[in-house]
Every structure is written in structure tokens, then in C-alpha cells.
């Protein structure tokens, strides 16, 4: 049975034994950036703070932010709220924000000068506000729900430090990539092991699980993604083993449905799973070795409250009657999305996923 959470015992781990594929009596749910802008009370919060790196980095406003969608609904999991781009930061990049144009670096990472001279950021002290934002949420949680911990992955975290920003063709990160294979390498180590001792650090202050988002993955062809991508959340995994033992790890790679049987051989607990594939044919191509989450289209959540149901009726169909499903999306809430329409999401997997569970136990037994 779960491992995870005996250090406290939840009062729903319904998320922690789907994630290990034991039995549950219904499918958990939890949305990616359910904490978020969508959120009227976030909206509020938000404002309080001043600014969104002031909001990361205030410890009590993270954790009232984390928790206000575990209030407002019966989500299974929180998740953190933090931002990827907490290590670059840390490294002494510059990060900023200009508003309707997202995340940039003063001083982007281009030259082996630029990579040797990167610190590993001690989660401790660099990053003590991200790891004291744990402690507050599991705090305010008080073990209603499982916590889950995050970060970017290596690759995803490279390309941003490598742009200074966001992209659309990622031009300077595929020059070092078919250029400089070895730079970047060397850049994507660097960023394995600091992504490790931080994930380490958000396990080892309470985190009950831990993902990593590969958002930009989909942008490499097959062998830059197996090599650059695939390998290094391969040895990101591996390390966790060694520094959170027993903590289960979910590997999220966007637009690399194609990759999910190799991705599973990494170790990992489960796999996130976007639109663009199907989650019955998802399930089937990694043979029920890990568990999985997602697929529900995010701009489903503007159709009307009957068209949710029904897509939700037809993903719990689609998965069928096994163990090892968490109800997600395929990617991160969208910004404007009706707080009713999630109402009725969370009501449709509450109320349509039970019968999947029982017909699977009865198949067991």
C-alpha cells in the first residue's frame, strides 16, 4: 500500500493511491494551475501582493493562493504555487515581468562562459521562500489533501535561459542543440542536479508528490528530444530516488504523446497526458506501468455545462475501468475560464467516475 504519507495521515489520499494504481472509489481530480488567475479570490490576493514575483515570493500569500481552489472546490490534490522559473532566477538571471508579455532574463545564457559561471542554487537559501511556502501550505492544509510539489524540466528550463524569454521557433536554444551539443548539455546537467536538490527540498518540507513540466519538449525533433529532454528528466528521476525516496514523481512532457512508453521507463509514477492524445490509447500503450493524468481539453471549460459532462463521461469511458487515473487537463487552465464551468466538471467526475471504480473492483475480486 502507500508509503508516502505515512509520515501524516491524510484525510483524503485518493489522489497518492491512484498515482501508486491501488484502488479508489472514484477518480481523483486536480487541475493544473488551478491556482490561478481564472480565480476571482486570486484576483484579490493578487493585487494585495503588488506584483507575481512579490506574491511567489511571500511564503503566506503563496499558501492562501495554493489553497483557495481546495476551498472553493473538492479537488483531491493542491499543488504549489510557484513559477518555473524560481532556479534560472535563483542562478542570478534576472528575472522580470512585463505585463501582456510574460517572463523574461536580463542576461540570458549563451556561451560556455555563461554556463560555468551558473551557481546550483541551495533550495535553502536561494530558494528558502519556495520551501517555506511549502511548509505554510502544508500547514494550512492540515492534511486535508495531498500537496504537490514542482518544477520545470531541465530542458524547458534551458530554453527560457537560453532565449531570456519566452519563444516561438526557439532559435538560440536549436543552434546550441544541433551547433553545440555538448554546451548544452553541459547546461541541461547543471540544471538536472539543481532541479533535483530543489525538488528534494519541497519533498523533504512536506510535498506529498512531485511533477515536473517539460512544457517545451514538443519543440525538439525525435532525437534532440530522446537525447536533450527524455534523458535528462531520465536522470532527474534516478536522482530523486536517491534524495526523496518513496516521494512518487509525474513527468508531464507537452506535445510528446508519441514518447509516453519511453517516458515510463524512466521510473516515474505517473505521466500527465495532453489533448492531443487520447487517454484509452494512452493507457494502452504503457500497459497500465504507470498511472495517468489528463487529457480534458482546457477550452472544453468554456462549453456549456451539459457539453462538459458529457466529455467527462466520455474520458472516464475512454480510460475505462482500471486503476492508475487522475481527471486533469491536457494543460494549465485558462485564463477567463467560468468558475461555474469548473463547478461542473468537478460535480461530473464525482458523480459519473464512481461506476468505473466499482466495476473494476468487481473485476478484480
Avoid at 505515512?6 to 489522489?15: I, P, Q, W
Avoid at 539543481?194 to 518540507?205: I, N, R
Avoid at 480510460?319 to 461530473?348: D, K, M, R, S
Wanted: glycine share 8%; net charge negative.
Amino acid at each position: 500500500m502507500i508509503t508516502t504519507t505515512d509520515k501524516t495521515a491524510l484525510l483524503n489520499d485518493r489522489f497518492l493511491r491512484a498515482l501508486a494504481r491501488q484502488p479508489v472509489d472514484r477518480t481523483p481530480l486536480w487541475l493544473m494551475r488551478q491556482a490561478g488567475r481564472y480565480l476571482p479570490e486570486y484576483r484579490a490576493t493578487r493585487a494585495k501582493a503588488g506584483d507575481f514575483l512579490t506574491l511567489c515570493k511571500t511564503p503566506e500569500l503563496a499558501a492562501e493562493v495554493t489553497l483557495q481552489p481546495i476551498d472553493r472546490y473538492r479537488f483531491d490534490a493542491a499543488i504549489l504555487f510557484s513559477d518555473i522559473l524560481t532556479i534560472p532566477d535563483a542562478m542570478g538571471l534576472g528575472l522580470h515581468f512585463t505585463e501582456g508579455e510574460g517572463p523574461a532574463f536580463r542576461n540570458p545564457v549563451r556561451t560556455a562562459d555563461d554556463i560555468a559561471q551558473l551557481p546550483i542554487p541551495d533550495p535553502e537559501v536561494e530558494l528558502r521562500y519556495v520551501i517555506d511556502g511549502v511548509r505554510a501550505c502544508k500547514s494550512a492544509l492540515a492534511n486535508r489533501v495531498p500537496l504537490i510539489g514542482f518544477a520545470g524540466s531541465p530542458w524547458t528550463l534551458a530554453t527560457y535561459m537560453i532565449e531570456g524569454a519566452g519563444s516561438k521557433d526557439f532559435r538560440h536554444s536549436k543552434a546550441l542543440r544541433y551547433g553545440a551539443p555538448a554546451l548544452l548539455k553541459a547546461l541541461l546537467d547543471k540544471l538536472t542536479e539543481s532541479v533535483a536538490l530543489y525538488l528534494a527540498a519541497q519533498a523533504a518540507a512536506g510535498a506529498d508528490a512531485l511533477m515536473i513540466f517539460d512544457t517545451w519538449g514538443g519543440a525538439l525533433d525525435q532525437d534532440g528530444y530522446r537525447y536533450f529532454s527524455l534523458a535528462s528528466m531520465g536522470r532527474l528521476v534516478d536522482r530523486l530516488a536517491v534524495l526523496a525516496p518513496g516521494v512518487p514523481v509525474i513527468l508531464f512532457s507537452k506535445g510528446c504523446g508519441q514518447f509516453l512508453l519511453e517516458l515510463s521507463g524512466t521510473g516515474c509514477a505517473g505521466l500527465g497526458v495532453d489533448w492531443t492524445t487520447n487517454i484509452g490509447d494512452a493507457r494502452h500503450m504503457v500497459g497500465g506501468s504507470v498511472a495517468l493524468q489528463g487529457n480534458f481539453d482546457p477550452a472544453a471549460l468554456f462549453a456549456p455545462p451539459a457539453t462538459i459532462r458529457e466529455l467527462v463521461a466520455k474520458t472516464l469511458d475512454d480510460y475505462g475501468a482500471a486503476p492508475g487515473h487522475i481527471f486533469n487537463l491536457g494543460h494549465g487552465i485558462l485564463t477567463n475560464t467560468p468558475v461555474e464551468n469548473v463547478a461542473a466538471l468537478v460535480e461530473a467526475v464525482h458523480e459519473l467516475s464512481p461506476a468505473y471504480h466499482a466495476a473494476a473492483a468487481d473485476e478484480a475480486a
